[in-house]
């Protein structure tokens, strides 16, 4: 049996040892923190200890006691730090300066051949401490009561194998049986969470060790479990996805949380769901709030799907008597005040749910009256073409259905109508479409932000009035519930004919039903922009039966590049979005005069450093249209904001060059060329694929003659991320 650990806080050195005893297939069996600085005590299963500053005592009967054949099992310290206790395997044991009922009621404890296996002191010193031996006994003195009462509940079924106090002292402990179940009240957050995460994806608890001095500890579970799903295209472990999504993440954005399972609800977090830019840093958490942008369509989509079936079996019928269907009218559900060209009422519900509606605009404000306007006059806008139903994404498809639901219900308003017909079938409660109103969570929900943190983040708000195509406020937890009924298609939120139906194309609610090389990728993802700061999420089932969610609250760090890097959709030119918007000679009026990065990807551009090979150097930063032009002709080009680029203070930004013979990578986007007029780098390709030639400061259009073709990289976006994730577990190269 192997084991896996997390420490948080410790010194390194501890960290290490437990490292080298796993390096060599000794499992961890005990640790313990000694009061007074960098003191600990490492023990493994085959007896072999390591000892840092304990008291020299302690050292030597550590010795003694693993004698013969013995092994030590528990040390413990007083919070004074001059007492301990040693004990080993053969029920031996020595005691230094703890109190004095203790000692006797280990020699009762030990009577008849029972063994101690585990004391604990708490922090409040003193006559106060915990004592639990092999046959199930334990015996407290001034502990918190709470604690003994839960110690009491956890032996029935198990043992007690471990207890453990943190150094705040207090109502605050940990208690863990043989059977893995275990108990915490106040004790860290993300300690908690580990121990979660643990059980469900490794294996039962073993230990969980606070250190003395500070706010550090220590979580060890046995590594038992290695739930694996496989198909034709390979098998995967769930637990190597967490592992490549952490290796992928820590450290690169400000705060992240995922859950990645098959048959059981995980759960991991990292980092920070407020940063200390705003008010004192907050953990990010699987029970922290986050806006989760698009995915809402998802959500919509399975409230609506079941919604119209329930309004169906009560014998709602539309005009021509048929019952209510997806296929039915949306014009027959929206509010009769609404004057609608009958070529718009005719669309039917499927065709908004699958984005193939008529809308053309991705613009437009999701409120009432907005709607409104886009339906009564879309038409005559052309924003609104219900005779083209080619594939077009617009929030409005589905933010019609916050006006529409409640019409077919004839109850509830959307957010009712979504709890009950989706949240509340699976357990997910507390959900809405606007961040926690009262309590703890009003201060701990995730903010979102440009990496590093250091300024502050921007709170997307009540999306209330808006919602339907974004607005949900959810925990990773609440997304892993919805998923995790679907994945295993138990009907508790659709009948296997409802999924069946919403994942056959044109899906609905749905970005992708696979990815481009035939794997299983049925996903919604979302992305949310305020500023500079993002937000991106995504919530997938993929392979062999995988469900996966991810929320990141920040763009990422590549380190040796520049992000915040976007297509200005008026010029197709590639701007920079750190500073200001920039001026634009193509900007529409609504746009006063700058550039528009609405539907723009981010981008991530190499800078200074040697070029490597297949690249290209002297790009810079315009500081007055924030565009990248090349500065290696004699011609600086033409600027947007008059005369011609100016790069004072600009960093030497490096482009690849596309390699044709080898595919794309996943987050990789070509076709950005020169323009030997201008100067600048412009896409040849707009939000569509389709080719284009964006207008060019110059005078007419871009002129891309002489140009190679430039490969941009897309920052990893929640869904990039959870799919490189999984190929990489695959051990297969990302498409």
Same mark, same amino acid.
């Given at each position: 049996?192997?084991?896996?650990?997390?420490?948080r806080?410790?010194?390194?050195?501890?960290?290490?040892?437990?490292?080298?005893?796993?390096?060599?297939g000794?499992?961890?069996?005990?640790?313990?923190? #000694?009061?007074?600085? !960098?003191?600990?005590?490492?023990? =493994?299963?085959?007896?072999?200890?390591?000892?840092?500053?304990?008291?020299?005592?302690c050292?030597?009967?550590?010795?003694q006691?693993?004698?013969?054949?013995?092994?030590i099992?528990?040390v413990a310290?007083?919070p004074?730090g001059?007492g301990?206790?040693?004990?080993?395997?053969?029920?031996?044991? /020595?005691?230094?300066n703890?109190?004095?009922? #203790?000692?006797?009621?280990?020699?009762d404890?030990?009577?008849?051949? !029972?063994?101690?296996?585990?004391v604990?002191?708490?922090?409040?010193?003193?006559?106060c401490?915990?004592?639990?031996?092999?046959?199930?006994?334990?015996f407290?003195?001034?502990?918190?009561?709470?604690?003994?009462?839960?110690?009491?509940?956890?032996?029935?079924?198990?043992?007690?194998?471990?207890?453990?106090?943190?150094? $705040?002292? =207090?109502n605050?402990?940990?208690?863990?049986?043989?059977?893995?179940? &275990?108990?915490?009240?106040?004790i860290?957050?993300?300690?908690?969470?580990?121990c979660?995460?643990?059980?469900?994806?490794? =294996?039962p608890?073993?230990?969980?060790?606070?250190?003395?001095?500070?706010?550090?500890?220590?979580?060890?579970?046995?590594?038992?479990?290695?739930?694996s799903?496989?198909?034709?295209?390979g098998?995967?472990?769930?637990?190597?996805?967490?592992?490549?999504?952490?290796?992928?993440?820590?450290?690169?954005?400000?705060?992240?949380?995922?859950?990645?399972?098959? $048959?059981?609800?995980?759960?991991?977090?990292?980092?920070e769901?407020?940063?200390?830019a705003?008010?004192?840093s907050?953990?990010?958490?699987?029970?922290?709030?986050?806006h989760?942008?698009?995915?809402?369509?998802?959500?919509?989509?399975?409230?609506?799907?079941?919604?119209?079936?329930?309004a169906? +079996?009560?014998?709602?019928?539309?005009?021509?008597?048929?019952?209510?269907?997806?296929?039915?009218?949306? =014009?027959?559900?929206?509010?009769?005040?609404?004057?609608?060209?009958?070529e718009?009422?005719?669309?039917?519900?499927?065709?908004?749910?699958?984005?193939r509606?008529?809308?053309?605009?991705?613009?437009?404000?999701?409120?009432? !009256?907005?709607?409104?306007?886009?339906?009564?006059?879309?038409?005559a806008?052309?924003?609104?073409?219900?005779?083209?139903?080619?594939?077009f994404?617009?929030?409005?498809?589905f933010?019609?259905?916050?006006?529409?639901?409640p019409?077919?219900?004839?109850?509830?308003?959307?957010?009712?109508?979504?709890?009950?017909?989706?949240?509340?079938?699976?357990?997910? $409660? +507390?959900?809405?479409?606007?961040?926690?109103?009262?309590?703890?969570?009003?201060?701990?929900?995730?903010?979102?932000?440009?990496?590093?943190?250091s300024?502050?983040?921007?709170?997307?708000?009540?999306?209330?009035?808006?919602?339907?195509?974004?607005?949900?406020?959810l925990?990773?937890?609440d997304?892993?519930k919805?998923?995790h009924?679907?994945n295993?298609?138990?009907g508790?939120?659709l009948?296997?004919?409802?999924?069946?139906?919403?994942?056959?194309?044109?899906?609905?609610?749905?970005?992708?039903?696979?990815?481009?090389t035939?794997?299983?990728?049925?996903?919604?993802?979302?992305?949310w922009?305020?500023?500079?700061?993002?937000?991106?999420?995504?919530?997938?089932?993929?392979?062999?039966?995988?469900?996966?969610?991810?929320w990141?609250?920040?763009?990422?760090?590549?380190?040796g590049?520049?992000?915040?890097?976007?297509? #200005?959709?008026?010029?197709?030119?590639?701007?920079?979005?750190?500073?200001?918007?920039?001026?634009c000679?193509?900007a529409?009026?609504?746009?006063?005069?700058?550039?528009n990065?609405?539907?723009?990807s981010?981008?991530?551009?190499?800078?200074?450093?040697?070029?490597?090979?297949?690249?290209?150097?002297?790009?810079? @930063?315009?500081?007055?249209c924030?565009?990248?032009?090349?500065?290696?002709? /004699?011609?600086?080009?033409?600027?947007?904001?008059?005369?011609?680029?100016?790069h004072?203070?600009?960093?030497?930004?490096?482009?690849?060059?596309?390699d044709?013979?080898?595919? /794309?990578?996943?987050? +990789?986007?070509?076709?950005?060329?020169?323009?030997?007029? #201008?100067?600048?780098?412009?896409?040849?390709?707009?939000?569509?694929?389709a080719?284009?030639?964006?207008?060019? $400061?110059?005078?007419?259009?871009?002129?891309?003659?002489?140009?190679?073709? &430039?490969?941009?990289?897309?920052? @990893?976006?929640?869904?990039?991320v959870? &799919?490189?994730? &999984?190929?990489?577990?695959?051990?297969k190269?990302? +498409?």
């Amino acid at each position: 049996m192997s084991v896996r650990f997390f420490n948080r806080n410790v010194p390194d050195e501890f960290h290490q040892k437990m490292i080298e005893f796993t390096n060599k297939g000794d499992d961890i069996a005990w640790v313990a923190f #000694c009061p007074g600085g !960098a003191r600990w005590s490492i023990v =493994g299963k085959s007896g072999a200890y390591f000892n840092r500053n304990i008291p020299e005592e302690c050292h030597q009967w550590m010795g003694q006691l693993s004698q013969n054949g013995a092994k030590i099992v528990c040390v413990a310290f007083t919070p004074s730090g001059t007492g301990w206790s040693v004990i080993n395997n053969q029920g031996a044991y /020595l005691n230094r300066n703890i109190p004095d009922e #203790c000692h006797t009621t280990m020699a009762d404890m030990s009577k008849d051949g !029972a063994r101690i296996v585990c004391v604990a002191f708490p922090q409040e010193g003193g006559n106060c401490w915990s004592i639990v031996n092999d046959r199930g006994a334990y015996f407290n003195r001034n502990i918190p009561e709470e604690c003994h009462q839960k110690m009491g509940e956890l032996s029935t079924g198990g043992r007690l194998i471990c207890v453990a106090f943190p150094r $705040a002292g =207090g109502n605050r402990w940990s208690i863990v049986n043989d059977k893995g179940a &275990y108990f915490n009240r106040n004790i860290p957050e993300e300690a908690h969470m580990i121990c979660g995460h643990f059980t469900q994806i490794y =294996g039962p608890l073993k230990i969980i060790a606070f250190d003395a001095d500070g706010n550090g500890w220590t979580i060890v579970a046995a590594a038992t479990l290695s739930e694996s799903v496989g198909d034709d295209k390979g098998t995967v472990k769930i637990a190597d996805i967490y592992a490549n999504v952490q290796k992928k993440l820590d450290g690169r954005v400000v705060g992240y949380s995922c859950a990645i399972g098959r $048959a059981t609800v995980g759960a991991y977090a990292h980092g920070e769901a407020r940063t200390g830019a705003d008010g004192g840093s907050q953990p990010f958490l699987p029970w922290t709030k986050a806006h989760v942008a698009s995915v809402t369509k998802l959500i919509t989509a399975l409230a609506t799907i079941r919604v119209v079936a329930v309004a169906a +079996a009560r014998g709602v019928r539309t005009k021509d008597g048929k019952p209510i269907s997806l296929g039915s009218p949306i =014009g027959e559900f929206l509010p009769k005040t609404w004057i609608l060209k009958p070529e718009i009422a005719a669309v039917p519900m499927r065709a908004f749910l699958s984005q193939r509606s008529g809308i053309k605009t991705a613009d437009t404000p999701c409120d009432d !009256a907005s709607m409104k306007a886009l339906f009564e006059t879309g038409p005559a806008t052309g924003k609104f073409n219900p005779n083209d139903r080619s594939g077009f994404y617009s929030n409005c498809n589905f933010a019609i259905f916050r006006i529409a639901l409640p019409i077919i219900d004839s109850h509830d308003d959307y957010v009712t109508i979504c709890r009950k017909n989706v949240f509340d079938l699976v357990g997910a $409660a +507390a959900v809405d479409c606007r961040p926690p109103q009262s309590g703890p969570g009003t201060l701990t929900y995730a903010y979102q932000y440009q990496f590093p943190g250091s300024s502050p983040g921007a709170n997307p708000g009540d999306l209330v009035s808006t919602s339907g195509g974004f607005g949900w406020y959810l925990t990773i937890e609440d997304m892993a519930k919805v998923l995790h009924s679907l994945n295993l298609n138990d009907g508790r939120i659709l009948t296997p004919g409802q999924w069946a139906d919403m994942t056959t194309f044109p899906p609905l609610g749905l970005d992708y039903l696979s990815d481009s090389t035939g794997y299983r990728w049925v996903e919604k993802n979302g992305g949310w922009n305020l500023g500079t700061t993002t937000m991106t999420t995504t919530a997938a089932i993929f392979g062999a039966g995988v469900y996966g969610a991810l929320w990141m609250n920040s763009d990422m760090e590549y380190p040796g590049f520049q992000s915040n890097w976007k297509r #200005c959709t008026n010029c197709e030119t590639l701007v920079f979005n750190g500073n200001s918007m920039g001026k634009c000679h193509a900007a529409l009026p609504a746009d006063k005069g700058q550039h528009n990065f609405g539907g723009s990807s981010v981008y991530s551009i190499r800078k200074d450093g040697i070029v490597p090979p297949g690249h290209q150097g002297n790009w810079r @930063l315009c500081n007055k249209c924030q565009a990248v032009s090349f500065a290696g002709n /004699l011609q600086l080009g033409a600027c947007s904001a008059g005369g011609n680029h100016e790069h004072g203070g600009s960093a030497n930004f490096i482009l690849p060059f596309r390699d044709e013979t080898s595919p /794309l990578a996943e987050d +990789a986007e070509a076709e950005w060329r020169w323009c030997n007029k #201008c100067q600048v780098l412009a896409s040849t390709r707009d939000a569509q694929k389709a080719p284009v030639l964006g207008p060019c $400061a110059a005078g007419g259009n871009h002129d891309h003659g002489g140009s190679g073709n &430039y490969v941009l990289f897309k920052i @990893l976006t929640a869904r990039y991320v959870l &799919y490189e994730a &999984y190929m990489d577990a695959l051990k297969k190269p990302s +498409a």
